[in-house]
């Protein structure tokens, strides 16, 4: 039977594993040559590993308006064809890119643009209703964000969308987002066994929200790959905030650490991803990672978590053992 979780105080269940699709739009391109992509993909085999998701039990699929400048909405509107009632989905706005260039233009946190974005983004789903619509500009000041509230629950009840949250990594932001929206449901935040942001749980759990996970991988790091990626890769010229990796190889002392608690997340016969996925679970009972996947075998590896479920408790507590005072701040 496949593990579900409840997405926060929507009420809607999700697979407790949803699946990401950063990767699966291709190239992306911000100023001064810098991809916000993950390199050239597969469409076909993008669409085969949306399906192989949802045989493995995945309900949950997290895109946004910029990711691959639209392209990833396209691919999962066209493997959901015939399959919509099948998936929840996810999508984030506030991020502007021109599809014909593969560029990204800048953030625009507007009401008349949330409105425009989610029009857009049903186009390129090919669907009449987002069930999540989720502000995707971790840093825009509280107040910023609020001033959109009333335009959300606008489309809440005009039924273009179902609920809405914000993918901030700052907690207070986060309180005061759920405090103002009624259908504010959901927080999408950076979470891992390597970077732990229990202040976001704890508003997670003070105001019903779901915990979605975002590089619950670490970028691939937690896979346990020592492949070098391009240049066309964002973790190829990794901006400041990518800590993992390093001029397209896994950061020297993150790698480290993850060979330190590889043993432990592995101990049961699970694969390394799946050890970090089970961890993410044994977490918080809030929590649904939403892991990348560009390939059906690597969404079979990772939703196999849903079967197999969290690690067990003496593993978590030597996982905080090992990693005791190593992890970085949660707040960027």
């Not at 929507?10 to 391109?29: D, F, Q, T, Y």
């Not at 040559?33 to 399906?51: K, Y």
């Not at 949950?60 to 099948?86: I, M, P, W």
């Not at 000041?141 to 629950?153: C, I, K, N, Y």
Request: proline share 4%; charged share 20%; aromatic share 6%.
């Amino acid at each position: 039977m496949t593990m579900t979780r409840r997405l926060g105080r929507s009420g809607i269940e999700v697979s407790a594993i949803g699946m990401g699709c950063w990767a699966i739009g291709g190239p992306l391109w911000g100023k001064g040559g810098q991809p916000f992509g993950w390199g050239e993909v597969d469409d076909d085999e993008s669409v085969r590993t949306i399906h192989a998701a949802l045989d493995a039990g995945v309900t949950l699929f997290d895109t946004a308006s910029n990711y691959g400048a639209g392209h990833s909405e396209r691919v999962l509107g066209r493997a959901l064809a015939g399959r919509r009632d099948r998936a929840v989905i996810a999508t984030k706005f506030g991020n502007r890119a021109e599809e014909a260039t593969r560029q990204w233009t800048g953030t625009d946190a507007s009401a008349a643009y949330a409105v425009r974005s989610l029009e857009e983004s049903l186009r390129r789903l090919g669907t009449d209703h987002v069930d999540l619509y989720q502000l995707h500009i971790n840093d825009l000041p509280a107040p910023a964000a609020l001033d959109l509230v009333g335009t959300l629950e606008d489309l809440v009840t005009q039924g273009k969308i179902r609920a809405y949250g914000w993918s901030t990594d700052h907690p207070d932001s986060a309180e005061a987002f759920a405090q103002a929206g009624k259908h504010c449901t959901a927080i999408q935040h950076d979470q891992s066994v390597l970077l732990d942001n229990a202040a976001m749980l704890a508003v997670c759990d003070t105001y019903d929200l779901a915990s979605l996970n975002r590089g619950p991988l670490a970028m691939g790091l937690l896979t346990g790959s020592q492949r070098a990626v391009g240049r066309d890769d964002v973790r190829g010229m990794a901006p400041d905030w990518l800590v993992w990796f390093t001029d397209g190889r896994p950061t020297p002392q993150w790698a480290e650490r993850v060979e330190q608690i590889r043993g432990v997340l592995t101990a049961d016969g699970r694969t390394l991803a799946q050890g970090a996925l089970g961890w993410l679970l044994a977490r918080s009972p809030r929590t649904v990672p939403i892991p990348g996947a560009r390939t059906v075998a690597q969404a079979e590896e990772n939703f196999a978590t849903l079967a197999l479920g969290p690690i067990g408790a003496d593993a978590v507590a030597e996982v905080e053992r090992l990693l005791a005072d190593v992890r970085p701040s949660t707040v960027k």
